[in-house]
């Protein structure tokens, strides 16, 4: 395999998780009865580039389908994080009626509602047809494809180019990073901005991240990758903010190389500095990191046949791609975690790729009362405990089991 952005052929390992199936391929009833396509999941580094990548099984095609169930309006503390985003980039920008602002990976429409409440132009391109069509209801103009350079050219042809352009956690999901980059080169209006939000690759090694990775997950990113990605396809970097959400991100400012005129900021300069202070420029960094799943697998299976021994009840909440690859690489299925609870409807009465634990509503959890609420979305976990806050009345706990196994 060679590196999807420079070509190098790459060597050097990161991470094994065995193989899975599509983290958010969920199954109905009737598809327990068929076969899945499991792919092997395994990440590669780049040693020229330090580009974290997973090797190229799966095709987007497969992956972002019109049955894809992940909604972001569903979290309360997301919406909130967009709502005051563009409340900053409205003030630091002055985006205004005579503006236009375009979200790629627009999803549901979670963020540009509050571009349109403000009076600011807007549309979003999104490829799956469940969130592109819940975007449209809320009255956002949405372009159902994938975006790449040919889009782009399109967009800007037809006078659709844009003053800010969005791009929140879906740099990281594309096969074809340059074209993906070089798109926003193309579509920004010469003295434009684009800003990207992706976790940042060291908050995931530091805080032992492993279940944040899978297949639609192409990418695991640094500011060191990114900034030289985008200087290679039209882009440069001026400014990095880190950001608390996802375990750790990182929303970088960029602009036309041949246009912008901001100065860069010292930020850009300082986490440069600690990321190579980090280790991440040398193989070493990444080498022993897979130790890290195997000691967490072992803390959950350990305090899940515990209980279960006990007669214990142990239930999960938010049926997330993080708890399908931690429980697919720990070999969880339901007669030790019988169901996991989802208030996404999308969601609810289907069953989970590969383990095929059943997805319920939020009655089964007050129904059955379980002993343990285990949280997949740790980075959820505030939020979530607020939402089942009722759980506590019957003696119930909560657990994370990343970094490590925790009852709250």
């Known amino acids: 395999m060679k590196c999807r952005h420079c070509g190098n052929p790459l060597h050097l390992p990161f991470l094994d998780l065995g193989s899975a199936p599509p983290s ?62 563009v409340l900053a980039m409205r003030n630091r920008f002055q985006l205004d009626a005579r503006s236009c602002v375009m979200e790629v990976a627009a999803n549901d429409g979670y963020l540009l509602q509050y571009v349109q409440a403000a009076g600011i132009p807007c549309y979003g391109v999104e490829p799956t047809a469940s969130t592109a069509s819940a975007a449209r209801a809320k009255g956002i103009e949405t372009i159902e494809r994938f975006f790449g350079v040919a889009l782009a050219e399109e967009l800007a042809a037809a006078g659709r180019q844009a003053d800010l352009m969005v791009a929140n956690n879906v740099l990281a999901h ?173 969601k609810q009465d289907k069953f989970l790729p590969g383990n095929r634990i059943p997805v319920v509503s939020e009655a089964h959890l007050r129904a059955d009362r379980p002993d343990f609420v285990l949280i997949l979305p740790w980075n959820l976990k505030t939020e979530v405990m607020d939402q089942l806050a009722y759980v506590r009345a019957w003696g119930g706990k909560f657990v994370t089991a990343v970094p490590h196994l925790e009852v709250l």
Not at 27 to 36: G, R, T
Not at 38 to 55: A, D
Not at 210 to 218: I, K, L, M, P, S
Request: charged share 15%; net charge negative; hydrophobic share 45%.
């Open 24 to 85: 958010n391929a969920y199954l109905s009833a009737q598809a327990l009865l068929a076969p899945e396509t499991w792919f092997p999941l395994r990440l590669m580094v780049c040693e020229v580039c330090w580009l974290v990548q997973t090797e190229d099984h799966a095709g987007c095609e497969a992956l972002f389908t019109e049955e894809y169930a992940y909604f972001s309006s569903f979290s309360s503390s997301w919406l909130a994080h967009a709502q005051a985003y």
């Open 174 to 346: 594309v096969p074809d990073i340059n074209d993906f980059v070089s798109g926003f080169a193309r579509l920004l209006k010469p003295q434009g901005v684009a800003t990207f939000e992706f976790p940042h690759l060291l908050r995931m090694v530091q805080g032992c991240q492993f279940d944040t990775a899978y297949h639609e997950h192409y990418s695991y990113l640094s500011l060191t990758a990114v900034s030289r990605i985008f200087a290679a396809n039209g882009l440069a970097v001026f400014d990095v903010e880190e950001l608390s959400t996802h375990g750790g991100s990182l929303r970088v400012f960029a602009q036309r190389l041949d246009g912008g005129l901001r100065p860069v900021e010292s930020a850009v300069d300082t986490l440069l500095a600690v990321e190579r202070e980090a280790g991440m420029l040398l193989p070493e960094f990444y080498g022993q990191f897979q130790l890290q799943p195997s000691r967490i697998v072992r803390e959950l299976l350990s305090f899940l046949i515990v209980q279960a021994h006990d007669g214990r009840k142990v239930a999960a909440y938010g049926a997330a791609a993080k708890g399908n690859t931690l429980f697919n690489f720990a070999g969880v299925r339901p007669h030790l975690l019988p169901y996991v609870v989802d208030k996404n409807p999308a």
